[in-house]
């Protein structure tokens, strides 16, 4: 279903972007002995209820190219962004995608936001193996991981697409055991989003809680951008459980927690990484005091590698505060730029340059702003840290960071 609507879409725009940047390029390139403009993309969610979060993003990658031009990281080079609004959206984000790839400046994309994103996206930029690295995709099929759970052999599906975060087969085990051996939760209510990643990380979750003994009440699920759910909370209610495991984003999640205790089910919330973001508090105020949510990787602001990331991030004045994906787009961008440098000063240019940055990428292995950033054959991270935050106080407070095993 979707690879027909990419056809359709991405067709005329492939055209019209080679048309109008053949143009472009040769500008570029002239005999005035100018610098090349190269371009590095983003793919994240700009306005609509995500817009802080996909912002961040942005940011971290603005403040990555500002930081390689003013180095001259790449000799002969001038980097720009593009960054593309996907509003969430897989059909939008399919078509921003063939977008940046018609683009013959565009040397490699950072995004998206979200897994169910991702599934449009990727795709696209494999077509022109154009690398792609998301700082927060953690849905398990993006690398083929999902083959994993039945025994079968993973094998990887985008050959161009990269992460920097840890995966939802991991994120949901690593929440449920915090819950069932830490906080000694016996009942557990389960509802998701039906999107890629909640419906995932809701299953994951389910599975590990039942397998640390817990009692795991029937799956509810809701719609993105439900704002009434007094008929899932008098049904909870019906079954008394002592804890929730939400899977999806925090617009839906506030709401459910502000109307579950509103209703006197005060039971704490439990997230993934999507609820993890200080929205989620401002929409929820006092209700979201005891509530949990997971995040991959460390606490940026307890990083010592992210120090002078997070200085120079508040140095730009940004709108959107820089977590909690900033500092993963910011290695992202690296990646990039670190693979750029080396490709382009190999004289590489057009698909071979694409070809050569997408294989460097690959071998990445620096210290960025979130710790070491390597991958492995199937485009994931090594680096499989993550941290459980409890709303105290009014904010998300980091409780337990470690590797899930």
Do not use: W
Request: glycine fraction near 10%; proline fraction near 4%.
């Amino acid at each position: 279903m979707h690879s027909s609507r990419i056809v359709r879409i991405g067709a005329p725009l492939i055209i019209v972007g080679a048309l109008a940047l053949s143009s472009c390029s040769s500008k570029s390139e002239g005999s005035g002995g100018g610098n090349k403009t190269l371009t590095i993309g983003v793919v994240a969610p700009l306005s609509g209820d995500l817009s802080a979060v996909g912002n961040g993003i942005k940011n971290g990658v603005d403040l990555a190219i500002k930081q390689a031009n003013a180095a001259k990281t790449v000799k002969g080079v001038t980097l720009v962004l593009d960054a593309q609004d996907d509003t969430a959206k897989a059909d939008v984000g399919a078509t921003v995608a063939a977008k940046l790839v018609a683009e013959s400046s565009v040397v490699g994309v950072v995004g998206p936001l979200n897994s169910s994103v991702a599934k449009s996206v990727a795709p696209v930029m494999a077509s022109a193996n154009l690398a792609i690295i998301s700082p927060s995709n953690s849905g398990v099929d993006l690398t083929g991981r999902g083959a994993l759970a039945t025994g079968a052999t993973q094998t990887r599906p985008y050959k161009s697409y990269f992460r920097v975060c840890a995966t939802d087969d991991i994120q949901g085990p690593f929440a449920a055991d915090y819950a069932v051996k830490d906080l000694k939760v016996k009942k557990v209510a389960i509802v998701h989003d039906k999107k890629a990643y909640g419906q995932g990380l809701a299953e994951a979750f389910a599975k590990q809680a039942a397998a640390d003994g817990a009692t795991v009440l029937k799956t509810e699920t809701i719609n993105p951008g439900d704002k009434d759910f007094s008929a899932l909370v008098t049904k909870l209610k019906s079954e008394s459980p002592d804890f929730l495991f939400y899977g999806g984003e925090y617009p839906e999640a506030s709401l459910i927690t502000k109307q579950m205790k509103s209703a006197g089910l005060n039971i704490p919330l439990m997230g993934g990484d999507g609820v993890d973001a200080a929205d989620y508090i401002k929409i929820a105020g006092a209700q979201a005091n005891g509530d949990y949510a997971t995040a991959l990787g460390a606490p940026t602001d307890k990083l010592a590698s992210a120090a002078q990331f997070l200085t120079d991030y508040k140095a730009q004045n940004y709108k959107d505060p820089a977590d909690p994906y900033g500092a993963a787009a910011y290695d992202s961008a690296n990646a990039i730029i670190k693979a750029l440098a080396k490709a382009y000063g190999e004289g590489k240019t057009g698909q071979a340059l694409r070809d050569e940055i997408t294989k460097e990428v690959g071998d990445s292995n620096f210290q960025g702003a979130t710790g070491a950033i390597s991958f492995d054959q199937f485009g994931d991270t090594n680096n499989k840290v993550l941290t459980v935050y409890k709303v105290t106080k009014g904010a998300f407070v980091p409780v337990k960071t470690d590797s899930f095993k």
